[in-house]
């Protein structure tokens, strides 16, 4: 199952993302329908030059998806340096922990997005006080006394760096991918926060797709 959210809909969430708590947004995700076998066990691995971050998304991953019965295994504890490594090491990692799963977050790249926020006017007969009853505003004099209790609000931009991440399972014993996912996240907060709320969404995802 692919899914694919609208560019237009994503536009929608990215604004949601800025009004709300929520940073990290799912851009789509696929699970192999042909893997049958229940995901018990994984072997976390977030691919990082920034080895405290690192430490802090493998061990929150395993935190999160320990609360849904999944035992995990952090990959700092056997690999010093993910970047450094091949494949194929990291896949006798993965078998000598007797996972059932390898779980991969890496990043894709990182962009810039603006939100433009419009001018607003605040006064006598504007929004929120309305228009009637108030009599000033059915006079010109009356009204033109009262026109520097205009408050004008102008137009501002914000902008926002904006983290591309995939996040890949695979079968320990074959290689084989189970599910992927792409997910944007604004970096905003502290990175504790940050990795929090990406993890959320990633294991949401992976609990709707009835993969663990």
């Known amino acids: 199952m692919f899914r694919i959210i609208p560019w237009g809909l994503a536009a929608v969430l990215f604004m949601g993302i800025v009004c709300s708590c929520t940073k990290t947004t799912l851009s789509g995700s696929w699970r192999n ?25 493998e061990d929150e991953f395993g935190r999160q998806l320990e609360q849904y019965g999944i035992r995990t295994f952090s990959s700092y504890l056997d690999l010093d340096n993910v970047e450094g490594v091949g494949q194929d090491f990291i896949m006798e990692k993965v078998r000598a922990s007797g996972a059932d799963a390898l779980l991969m977050t890496r990043i894709l790249g990182k962009h810039t997005e603006e939100v433009v926020h419009p ?17 000033y505003y059915r006079n010109y004099w009356d009204f033109y006394e009262r026109r520097y209790d205009m408050i004008y609000e102008p137009a501002r931009i914000s902008r926002f760096e904006v983290l591309t991440l995939e996040s890949n399972l695979y079968d320990a014993a074959t290689g084989e991918l189970i599910w992927s996912a792409q997910l944007e996240t604004v970096m905003d907060g502290t990175i504790e926060a940050m990795i929090r709320d990406f993890i959320e969404v990633v294991t949401k995802d992976l609990l709707e797709q009835g993969v663990i």
């Open 33 to 57: 329908q042909d893997y049958l076998q229940a995901v018990r066990t994984i072997y976390i691995v977030g691919v990082s030059r920034q080895e405290t971050n690192r430490r802090i998304f």
């Open 119 to 135: 001018g607003r006017i605040y006064g006598p007969g504007f929004p929120p006080w309305g228009y009637y009853p108030r009599p």
